[in-house]
């Protein structure tokens, strides 16, 4: 066998054993963003929350509220405490009920014709939940903070009739019917942790990632199960929640990546060809092709078919390598960063 085909044969027996994560990447390149900043009309810089809807997209800043951004139309509308009211209220800023709870905006969830906000106040009396319904005649619809324990919320769940607020004081339940609150847990009633990072709904469960661990609750039976060392959660502060096809991912603040085996009923560390491995974790999003794993360094991406890891960072084109949410449209996925909002255009 001649040297030519020596070559031909090693580069092909390279193909057919290597990792997924050693061929093509799943982004194609070079890859196109648009992107959302002050200049644009967004009031804060620091996007923590991103939920789209059709050419609607809205960002939740820091101590800027919600901006919605039209993408069709190319312009911002912003709903903050710091404005004026849009009609006659009480005159109290951090009470105005056509505006967002607080101007600190941690986590939006579309539930039918309601948006929901969690917000996030450092001091007394502010922050809690609202959400925004075009079809009433006052769109907004502001929260009391439940005694002071829906007043840093941070995760959100919606059930038809339920909506499971997480915050740093425990699990709140607000009655979606009766618009009252109706049920609190922290710690003390089965928790991992009291403050409630993230929150996931798979059928009759209710996944719980807190500070010091994961929690799980059936629904129909209203119990709690709470996942220690033996069950591979050793006091990890769990970031994200997610469902990656029949599989539950957990993000933690550290970096690292946990699958849920529901036959061992135990967690697992997933050693993937990550090329931001160990970078800290913000939010993970699962698309329909995607999962995007928000991080300190960027964007791990993690093609769901194929098996392929890539990465997204500023030499890419995002603003910031600081990626603090993510939300997909019909045309792509947008990225919320310290530095305002990056939207990238996916090829057909």
């Not at 967002?100 to 969690?118: C, K, Q, S, T």
Request: charged fraction near 25%; glycine fraction near 12%.
């Amino acid at each position: 066998m001649n040297g030519l085909a020596l070559a031909l044969v090693g580069l092909l027996s390279a193909l057919v054993f290597s990792p997924p994560s050693l061929l093509a990447a799943p982004l194609a390149r070079p890859l196109s963003f648009e992107h959302v900043t002050v200049k644009e009309g967004l009031f804060s810089e620091m996007v923590y929350a991103v939920a789209v809807r059709g050419d609607e997209v809205w960002l939740g800043t820091y101590a800027g509220g919600v901006t919605l951004w039209n993408r069709g139309a190319k312009k911002a509308t912003v709903y903050t405490t710091k404005g004026e009211p849009q009609e006659a209220d009480d005159g109290n800023s951090i009470k105005w009920k056509n505006h967002p709870a607080y101007n600190h905006v941690w986590v939006i969830l579309p539930d039918g014709n309601r948006l929901w906000f969690g917000t996030y106040f450092y001091g007394f009396g502010g922050g809690g939940i609202s959400y925004f319904n075009p079809k009433r005649k006052n769109p907004w619809r502001v929260f009391d903070i439940y005694r002071y324990r829906a007043k840093k919320v941070v995760s959100l769940a919606a059930e038809p009739d339920r909506l499971w607020v997480g915050s740093e004081k425990g699990l709140s339940i607000l009655d979606k019917k009766t618009e009252k609150w109706s049920g609190f847990f922290a710690a003390k009633d089965g928790l991992a942790g009291n403050f409630v990072n993230a929150l996931l709904l798979d059928g009759k469960r209710l996944w719980i990632g807190t500070n010091a661990g994961i929690t799980v609750r059936d629904l129909e039976r209203n119990v709690f199960r709470t996942y220690g060392p033996q069950e591979g959660i050793d006091g990890l502060e769990v970031k994200s929640l997610v469902k990656v096809r029949e599989q539950v991912w957990a993000g933690t603040v550290g970096g690292d990546l946990l699958t849920y085996d529901p036959a061992a009923d135990r967690w697992r560390k997933l050693d993937a060809p990550d090329p931001l491995k160990g970078s800290g974790i913000h939010a993970l999003t699962v698309t329909e092709r995607f999962v995007l794993i928000c991080r300190d360094d960027g964007v791990s991406v993690y093609e769901i078919a194929s098996g392929q890891w890539d990465k997204l960072t500023r030499a890419d084109g995002l603003l910031s390598d600081t990626v603090l949410a993510a939300a997909a449209d019909k045309d792509g996925i947008w990225f919320g960063t310290d530095q305002g909002a990056s939207f990238l255009l996916m090829k057909p």
